[in-house]
């Protein structure tokens, strides 16, 4: 086996092998020790999907704590599929092609795989993209149709940690410094709240579209969440290197 040890391998299988490197590439910005495989292009180079190399990717992917698939295309799952058809039973039981938007979903989801989340959660997250999607569609519609909210959460309750902080870094929280964020937060136990939104969430968090001068309510729930509350303030107020 290959992969990081412990932790959950990304594979994105593409008919580009340009568009699967350049994800490798992207995603690797956020989740810079995450184990992210490309499998993309036939065995000759062009435009199409490999078999080859989609067992491959699997199999450097692996290090035996499960790998999440992200696809582009129709064609692209059946040639995963069958790629998977071939692996042992062992090993085939720990991989998952997840239904999800190729970029959000396999970003999202390698920011998981980086920060120790398993097999589930890091299915969870890319599929967390969906919603994202759909929201996208409602906001483009005729009107009739609400925009769905997204990750939102309730307020916290009186008498639990909070604080308002401002973003102060010229970019504000753009993909790098919500990864960040997003990895700090699933350091703590406590479920926190950004905005409204679940602070463990990537996308969520990125959704939230906080630029310079944004005011942040960071809350928690959890009596027990003041940690969690305290560090990830501080880390918005640090500027995250950028200011």
Do not use: W, Y
């Not at 998981?112 to 483009?140: P, Y």
């Not at 990537?202 to 944004?214: E, F």
Request: include cysteine.
């Amino acid at each position: 086996m290959a992969g990081t040890e412990g932790k959950v391998g990304i594979v994105f299988v593409s008919h580009s092998s340009k568009i699967a490197e350049g994800l490798v590439e992207l995603a690797a910005q956020m989740a810079g020790t995450a184990t992210l495989a490309a499998a993309g292009g036939t065995d000759e180079g062009g435009i199409g999907t490999s078999f080859d190399k989609v067992t491959a990717a699997v199999e450097a992917a692996d290090s035996g704590a499960g790998v999440a698939v992200f696809c582009d295309l129709g064609s692209a799952i059946l040639t995963t599929e069958t790629a998977l058809d071939f692996l042992d039973d062992e090993v085939r039981e720990r991989v998952r092609i997840v239904s999800a938007p190729l970029v959000e979903g396999g970003v999202a989801a390698a920011v998981a795989a980086e920060s120790g989340a398993g097999l589930a959660e890091v299915v969870a997250a890319g599929e967390s993209a969906n919603a994202v999607q759909e929201a996208k569609a409602a906001d483009a519609g005729d009107g009739d149709i609400a925009a769905v909210p997204v990750f939102e959460a309730g307020p916290a309750a009186s008498g639990t940690p909070s604080r308002t902080v401002t973003v102060v870094n010229k970019d504000g929280l753009h993909a790098r410094p919500a990864a960040e964020f997003v990895k700090l937060a699933t350091t703590f136990p406590a479920k926190v709240t950004v905005n409204g939104k679940d602070a463990k969430s990537l996308l969520g968090i990125m959704s939230l579209g906080l630029t310079k001068g944004s005011s942040v309510e960071i809350a928690s729930s959890d009596p027990d969440g003041a940690d969690a509350v305290k560090a990830l303030a501080d880390l918005i107020e640090t500027g995250f290197g950028e200011a």
